[in-house]
């Protein structure tokens, strides 16, 4: 849709663009919003699936690409994309004349879109701030993005809360719930012929779906971590369903570690990428969720779905009866795989309530507001709310 205020949605990410989907569907048929959306990152990486295939398969045609990856997950790999991100997501900026910019997460990808805005003076929206991954490096990420931004949409006001904390000014602070819920609404699940199929593994008995990432304030540790989760897994007597991890420092020892795992193997499989509606129909046939991914925490407990949350990495979220925490250690890992099992435990979860939900669509709540919003010096030029004296 052309004209009205033009907004540019930034996704570098598999995770990302599933959870900002149900907005941009919301923004693209707002005659109000001439929406932009800037694809890079692990979409234009073929080794991450080449999931800009996703976007325009689902009718976007994104208006720019910056392709930041260097193909080196090391630290100084990492710097080195970010410095390209910085990079080219100026210049798509200037070449877009966005009036308002919207990121999500944590990222160090989202990070370097929004300095790149900074000097530009744009407005940016930041989705899901006020959170915490004790264990990552995107703990830092996301407050610093947090103070760069103009508009916070928090998935729950515990994190609006500290949103405040960290001196936003109290208009600027929206609690819309989480918007990848929104994506439940009226999900219509694959059959399970069809999810078999597109998984590659029969799912009788219920596999074990395993979404890991290396913990990135750790990254001497992360071949010895994915070594434990491996050795818990071995034998767990249930199929597995490996996804890939991210672009992060640490993400390449995890998925050749993966891929050895299942190589040769009847019972696990590595998709790279499911796409959203198969991802959240394996979340609804799965047994269990073992791994330390976000979903874990934000989507799974909508399926009452048992969750192995191993290590700190997302160490400090809000958390539903679903997840059980357990150390990076076999033997904590197989009890913590043992009791999501259980039947009695599954049995527990009926009728839990995600705390993250809205009682409305969340894209609704963020896309009012975005495009409502006044587009002067207010919202540009920040003050600090000080905490009262104590």
């Not at 010895?224 to 050795?231: D, S």
Request: with cysteine.
């Amino acid at each position: 849709m052309t004209g009205g205020r033009r907004i540019a949605v930034v996704t570098t990410s598999r995770a990302d663009y599933g959870i900002l989907r149900p907005l941009l569907r919301r923004l693209d048929k707002d005659p109000a919003c001439d929406l932009r959306i800037i694809a890079g990152g692990m979409h234009l990486s073929p080794r991450h699936g080449n999931t800009i295939d996703e976007i325009i398969g689902d009718g976007f045609a994104p208006a720019a690409r910056v392709d930041l990856l260097t193909g080196d997950d090391s630290p100084l790999g990492t710097a080195r994309s970010m410095a390209r991100g910085v990079e080219g997501f100026a210049a798509a900026f200037a070449d877009l004349a966005p009036d308002l910019v919207v990121v999500l997460g944590d990222r160090f990808e989202v990070l370097a879109a929004v300095v790149a805005a900074q000097p530009l003076r744009l407005p940016v929206a930041h989705l899901h701030g006020g959170e915490l991954t004790l264990g990552a490096l995107d703990d830092a990420f996301r407050h610093a993005i947090t103070k760069m931004s103009h508009l916070h949409f928090a998935a729950a006001e515990p994190y609006a809360r500290r949103l405040r904390q960290m001196g936003e000014e109290e208009w600027r602070v929206i609690v819309s719930g989480a918007p990848g819920l929104d994506n439940l609404r009226g999900l219509d699940p694959l059959d399970d012929a069809s999810l078999a199929n597109r998984v590659g593994l029969p799912l009788d008995p219920a596999p074990l779906l395993v979404t890991y990432h290396p913990a990135t304030r750790e990254p001497a540790s992360v071949a010895a971590q994915v070594a434990e989760l491996l050795a818990a897994l071995d034998g767990a007597g249930r199929p597995m369903v490996f996804t890939a991890p991210n672009a992060d420092p640490g993400g390449e020892v995890v998925r050749r570690a993966a891929l050895a795992f299942v190589a040769g193997r009847r019972d696990a499989v590595m998709c790279p990428h499911l796409g959203t509606r198969a991802y959240f129909s394996l979340m609804a046939r799965a047994a269990a969720m073992v791994g330390n991914s976000s979903s874990g925490l934000i989507e799974a407990p909508s399926f009452q779905l048992p969750v192995v949350n191993v290590g700190r990495r997302e160490a400090g979220r809000l958390r539903a009866a679903n997840v059980i925490d357990v150390a990076e250690d076999r033997a904590a890992i197989k009890a913590g795989i043992a009791k999501a099992l259980d039947p009695a435990f599954r049995a527990g979860l009926a009728g839990l309530v995600n705390p993250l939900a809205a009682d409305r669509p969340a894209a609704d709540t963020i896309a009012e507001r975005l495009l409502s919003v006044p587009l002067d010096d207010r919202l540009l030029d920040k003050g600090f709310v000080d905490l009262p004296a104590v």
